[in-house]
């Protein structure tokens, strides 16, 4: 039985996060789970100062036997049946080892991975795979929420919404000249759950036209051809991104080209393009002006992403949703020459 307390506090988490995306759900017992899980993760056990990470898996509903393949791992079932939550809960870290709590009568379990997978990118490919929704305590203190609504990231002060990059995708992949759509998608995957969750600024040009790219400035060596579509090649481009200012530019296969690109505005672009936020965003802003085939993908410090096309904003992630583009397919804007060519 819950105090008043206890009540009032989870009647307070579940309006932040009804407003902040994640709606109530309809089975009551399965929205009293996942409330008291993002309870635990926001306050969680403290033993000798140290706040202990934990992980829940919630209503998986994919079939168990697709699991290793859809994730890519190698996953260990063992049952915690006749265990109170609170016992269950220390065994799991989450990152290799989780807890799977239902709203029936089916027991909880345990799940162990044959390696971590507590990265953002890792809770958005088990939530696919499993079709759950996901709690997790990061050992940073990070806490998430992931599920088939997004990313819900708790950033201290308020709830951080990224909806799933699918939702980014569909705003403009009718429009024209986007390019492979599925390196698109991984840009955008890589941007959000790579870059913008762990405070990575960074600017990704995705550039589908053979032809060289205008209005750069090369700085660095050729880097090595890291592919936005292999998984393996992801943790070297983070890493090396957190090293360096400047643009990374991919060809039309999503391979990284050219790494700590300076961008150089056309006179045209700097008089015709009006400048966005800080440094990083007005240069972009302003190249994809001049490359106007290019998708440039800018990621904030502090993790909002966007997506700028041919001098103006496709869209960009806030609080709460996905604004919308800023025109319909129809009435692309144009710039003179700088009108985007048809595919």
């Keep these: 039985m819950m105090s008043d307390l206890q009540e009032r506090r989870l009647q307070r988490l579940a309006d932040e996060l009804a407003d902040n995306g994640l709606a109530p759900n309809a089975d009551l017992e399965s929205w009293a789970i996942l409330l008291e899980e993002v309870d635990h993760a926001l306050r969680p056990t403290v033993h000798e100062r140290k706040a202990a990470s934990s992980g829940t898996v919630l209503e998986p509903k994919t079939v168990p036997d697709n699991w290793a393949v859809g994730t890519e791992l190698h996953i260990a079932r063992m049952p915690a049946a006749r265990r109170t939550t609170a016992f269950s809960r220390r065994y799991t870290d989450g990152l290799s080892s989780w807890l799977v709590r239902y709203s029936d009568s089916r027991d909880d379990e345990w ?24 709690v997790q305590r990061h050992p940073s203190g990070t806490v998430r929420v992931v599920g088939a609504f997004g990313v819900l990231r708790w950033e201290g002060l308020v709830w951080h919404h990224e909806p799933p990059v699918g939702a980014w995708v569909g705003t403009f992949a009718s429009l024209p000249s986007i390019g492979d759509p599925g390196v698109l998608k991984a840009m955008l995957a890589f941007a959000v759950h790579d870059l913008g969750s762990l405070g990575i600024g960074a600017v990704l040009v995705y550039r589908p036209s053979p032809s060289p790219a205008r209005s750069i400035e090369e700085r660095l060596p050729v880097p090595p051809p890291l592919n936005i579509r292999k998984v393996s090649h992801l943790a070297p481009l983070r890493h090396a991104l957190a090293q360096l200012d400047g643009a990374a530019i991919f060809d039309g296969d999503g391979v990284l080209r050219q790494l700590g690109v300076h961008l150089v505005p056309s006179r045209t672009a700097e008089a015709e393009v009006s400048a966005l936020g800080g440094t990083r965003h007005t240069s972009a802003l302003r190249y994809s002006f ?31 949703h996905l604004i919308e583009p800023l025109w319909s397919p129809g009435q692309w804007p144009s710039n003179g020459d700088h009108a985007p060519m048809s595919r």
Aim: cysteine-free; charged content about 25%.
């Design 111 to 134: 799940l162990l991975f044959d390696r971590s997978a507590g990265s953002e990118r890792d809770l958005v490919v088990l939530a696919d795979a499993l079709g759950a929704t996901i």
């Design 290 to 320: 001049d490359d106007p085939t290019a998708t440039v993908v800018v990621v904030s410090e502090d993790g909002p992403v966007s997506v700028l096309r041919n001098g103006s904003i496709l869209g960009r992630s806030a609080q709460d």
